[in-house]
Each structure stands twice: as structure tokens, then as C-alpha cells.
């Protein structure tokens, strides 16, 4: 039976590994399929403190992974298909084989939603991207046209951010009016750099014969019109999918799937907790992500040493 079993290997997963590691814990990661999480489909990340001049996605992964090992953790290639938190020890199915754990620390991460065109998939990290705040400083797109798909909060809040960055935002919403909070909705329309393109969807990604995002064409919904709008990024911010499913009805979630932690780390079963975009729809970053993994471990490992009385 294993002390700690941590689920994914993303940076909550591994800073949660080095912090249990270096408890003397011997943390079991799990890596699901994604080992690195989704980091590793980064190049460079500028926004991680300590490289002054950024770091590729994929070493940055490595590294923690090393980082962890080298203080004891062990990662296994597996995907968790089902758990059960009703007993201790918890037990986890991982590819039809049983783990049980003295502590959980869930940290499986969220998926973007795309918009389900080939060009977009072509074209991603070519100028398509799911992230202002990652993103949107590249040189690539400054003083450039930009395009934001969305009509919600994270859209008007991606780009608000990128008028500071680009010589025009592109908002296309498929509907008439903009479904974000009404403050943030008025923030958005009041910006003069941002330009709503309303009632009209993304039907095409150019130019995948470039190998880079040139513009997009887009379809109004109501006339049937299409139109191209120019543009050297494009910014999908039409929301996220947390890697929930499989804790349905052991763990509290909240509307949308994602964990509700109860306190910190903990979560409403004692014994397991959570970290990283699982439990987080406002900020998800690596170093928040990183954060939230340092404080799971430390509330695992009072937990373990409170049982041990
Ligand atoms: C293209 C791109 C660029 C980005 N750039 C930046 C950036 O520059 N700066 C920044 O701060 N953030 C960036 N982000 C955001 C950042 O990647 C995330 O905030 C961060 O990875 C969240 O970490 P996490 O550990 O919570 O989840 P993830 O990194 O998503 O990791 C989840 C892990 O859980 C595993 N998993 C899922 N389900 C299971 C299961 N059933 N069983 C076992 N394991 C499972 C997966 O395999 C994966 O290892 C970027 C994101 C993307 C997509």
C-alpha cells in the first residue's frame, strides 16, 4: 500500500511529488496520458519564475520530474479509470490493476474546448492558442491584428488583456449580445481597440499553407454572409473541460466539474486532496497549478502524520 498516490503529472502533480518526496513519503505519481501534462505541448513558457529567458515547455516538465525523483517519488505510466473514496485505504483502478493509498492528491488538470476545425489543430501554436495571459506577449503578435473567440468572461478578460499587446481585437461571439458578467461585458465594449464581430462563428483557420495564422474567415449566423478577417493570432476562449469524470459521485464537484476544495487542499473526503486546473477555472497557470500541488502535499502529509497519532 502506498503512503501517497498522486494523480497526474503536470505541475501540481510534481511539485506535489518533490514536496511528498522530501516528506520521506515515497509519492506514486500517476502519469495518465499525458505524462508532463499540458505544459509539455508548450515551446517556450516565459511566465515561470527563475528563466529570466523563458523555457521550453517540455525541459520545464522534465525538470520537475527529476527535481522529485531524485527525493524518492516514483512515476508510473497509467491512467486512473476508477477510484473508490468511500473506505481507507482509497483504492484506484489504473489500467485494471489495483493501487490503494493511504492519501489521494488529485491533480488531472483541465482540457481547452476547441472549435473542432482541422485548420485551428494544424495551426496550433502557430498563432492559435488557448491562453492570453501564456501567450499573448510573444512578439509574434505585437502591433498585430488579433481575433478572440468567445463571448463569456474569460473572452472579454483575454481580450481586454491583449489591446495591450495587439493594434486591434477581433471579439467573435456567435450570438447578439455578450454572455460575460455585465461589468466586465461594458469593460470590453467601452475598449476602443476591441471590435465585437456578433452573431458569427470561425469556419476556416488561414494559412495552414503558410504554417502560420494569417487570418480567419467567418460566418455570419444569421445572414449566411462570409467574411475574412485578417489577423497574425487567434485566441479560442470559449472554455475549459476539467478531468473530472471519474470522481463523479465520490468527490464533490461543483456545476461545471471541477473539485470544490472545502479547505486549502482538502477536499470533502478526508484523505484526498486537490490541486491544479481540477480545482481551478480562474486562474490556471503553471505556477499557480505548482502552487496549489505544494500545499496539497503539505496538507497530505499532516493528514498521514495525525493517523499515525
Ligand atoms: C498550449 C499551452 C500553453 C500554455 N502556456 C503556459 C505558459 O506559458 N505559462 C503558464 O503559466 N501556463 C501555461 N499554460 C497553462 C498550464 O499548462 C496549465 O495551467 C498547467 O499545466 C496546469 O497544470 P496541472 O498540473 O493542473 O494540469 P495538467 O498540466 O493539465 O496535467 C494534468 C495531468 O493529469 C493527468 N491525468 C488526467 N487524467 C488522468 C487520469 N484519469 N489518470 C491519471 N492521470 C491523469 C494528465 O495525463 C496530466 O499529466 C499553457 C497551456 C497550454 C495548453
Known sequence: MKQV??????CAGWTAALYTARANLQPLVLTGAQPGGLLTTTTTVENF?????GVDGYELMTRMQKQAER????????????VDFSKRPFALMVDGEKVEARAVIIATGASHRHLGLESEAKLENKGVTYCATCDGALPAFRNKPLVVVGGGDSACEEANYLTRFGSVVHLIHRRDQLRASKIMAERTLANPKIKPVW??????????????????????VKTGAESMIDCAGLFVA??????????????????????????????NVPGVFVAGDCADHVYRQAITAAGMGCAAAIEAERFLAAQNG
Do not use: C, M, W
Open 5 to 10: 498516490v498522486i494523480i497526474g503529472s503536470g
Open 49 to 53: 519564475p527563475g528563466f529570466p529567458d
Open 71 to 82: 527525493f524518492g517519488a516514483r512515476a508510473q505510466f497509467g491512467t486512473v479509470e476508477a
Open 199 to 220: 452573431n458569427s462563428v470561425v469556419t476556416d483557420v488561414l494559412d495552414v499553407a503558410q504554417d502560420q495564422v494569417t487570418g480567419v474567415r467567418v460566418k455570419n
Open 238 to 267: 470559449i472554455g475549459h473541460v476539467p478531468s473530472t469524470q471519474l470522481f463523479k459521485g465520490q468527490i464533490a464537484l461543483d456545476q461545471s466539474g471541477y473539485i470544490v476544495p472545502t479547505q486549502g487542499a482538502a477536499t
